[in-house]
């Protein structure tokens, strides 16, 4: 029997058990009605603050219909923005790719203990470090360069490679090569260090287990079976995919369509390469974060766990004061405490994020349409707070 097939087979199954599980939770929350007209107001005047040109919000509370509005116009067509159109949205892949990992790790195929050299017996440390190490970025691998988005020691290195030929295409190869003979930043498992190289040299092992690119497994495992229609894994197609407004260089401003560079979107790879929309990021945070209908729930629970480093096996914690503080200089501090989780991102023309927050039961997905842009943590932190006030009003008026 095909275990792939037998999973996703009982998945619409599971998914419904649990809507019928969590029927009480829900009933109790379908008095919170968060309201569109104040998200738009929201997002709108965080577009003017930070000089975008539009952007696009999805919020679910659990029990609640999801709502998703959009602010803004293209900077090129100068059509609206619409609730359904599709962007990069960078490192929020890596979400993805880790719940690929995870999956194989369910059907035995993978085990978190395995090292690295198991399956790349010419990785430099790779007896040392772990798969475990890989998703949770505790490995010591240094980064590609930037990959934080602040200056790194190979950031102008990973500049050079990116520009040198900017119509070259990279394979995961090409770009493992680059980076292999970089000392480790620690002794792997005994700090954090988030590097796209963790999920690139993720990614090379899932197509050494199972055969297949790591775009085959993205659909076969994930987007095909939950129905992500408008996802895919933009480093294995023909076609380039660009955003909106990007910095380049000092106080210059460009639109990314006129940036048709292959080179950058191809070496971020498993790191960073996926092209989505706000319903599906939904739906994604919904089933992998909030409903553990992705991978066993004795897995997922491991998974979601947020270590003191700010890290889980494929995704991030976020403290609603210091945000995902496993990109600041200095880490998390002691005093964080993640009760949200997922991802972030950042991609030419780009900025996006994905969240589940416990305390309010919520998922929420946001796509700013210009990379770089200050304000999109405290801006959710808020909106989610008002969401809390929301829920605190609705239980007291029913009081």
């Not at 260090?193 to 050494?208: E, K």
């Not at 095909?224 to 023909?238: D, F, K, V």
């Not at 801006?379 to 239980?395: G, H, K, M, P």
Request: charged share 15%; with cysteine; aromatic share 6%.
């Amino acid at each position: 029997m095909n275990p792939r097939r037998t999973l996703f087979a009982v998945l619409p199954v599971l998914l419904l058990g649990l809507g019928c599980a969590n029927a009480g939770a829900a009933a109790r929350q379908s008095r919170v009605q968060v309201s569109a007209n104040a998200l738009t107001a929201s997002l709108q005047a965080l577009v003017a603050s930070v000089g975008a040109p539009g952007a696009i919000l999805g919020v679910r509370v659990r029990g609640e219909r999801p709502i998703v509005v959009a602010v803004g116009a293209d900077p090129t067509t100068h059509l609206q923005f619409r609730p359904v159109d599709t962007f990069r949205v960078g490192s929020i892949t890596k979400t993805l790719v880790g719940a690929v990992a995870l999956r194989l790790v369910d059907r035995h195929q993978l085990r978190l203990n395995d090292s690295v050299a198991r399956y790349l017996p010419n990785w430099p440390h790779g007896n040392q470090i772990t798969i475990r190490e890989l998703l949770a970025h505790t490995s010591g691998i240094p980064p590609l360069g930037g990959d934080t988005g602040a200056p790194d020691p190979y950031a102008d290195s990973a500049t050079r490679l990116i520009e040198t030929d900017i119509q070259h295409r990279f394979t995961p190869a090409e770009v493992l090569a680059f980076v292999k003979d970089r000392p480790l930043l620690f002794t792997p498992g005994t700090g954090t260090s988030y590097s796209n190289i963790n999920t690139i040299l993720l990614g090379a092992i899932i197509t050494r287990v199972t055969g297949n690119t790591i775009g085959e497994e993205l659909h076969r495992e994930v987007i095909g079976p939950l129905h992500l229609t408008s996802t895919r894994y933009a480093a294995e197609e023909a076609a380039l995919y660009h955003d909106g407004l990007t910095t380049i260089g000092a106080n210059t401003v460009v639109d990314s369509k006129a940036l048709r560079w292959p080179s950058e979107l191809t070496n971020t790879g498993a790191a960073g390469a996926l092209v989505s929309n706000v319903p599906d990021l939904l739906a994604w945070g919904e089933a992998f974060l909030r409903d553990h209908a992705v991978v066993s729930r004795t897995l997922s629970r491991t998974a979601l766990h947020i270590k003191p480093g700010g890290t889980g096996l494929g995704v991030l914690g976020f403290d609603k004061a210091e945000y995902f503080c496993v990109f600041a200089q200095h880490g998390c501090t002691s005093h964080a405490a993640f009760d949200a989780l997922g991802g972030s991102g950042e991609a030419p023309g780009t900025r996006t994020l994905l969240l589940y927050d416990r305390p309010t039961d919520t998922v929420l997905a946001l796509i700013v349409d210009r990379d770089g842009t200050p304000g999109v943590e405290p801006f959710v932190v808020n909106t989610l707070r008002s969401i809390a006030t929301d829920e605190q009003s609705s239980v007291a008026s029913h009081q």
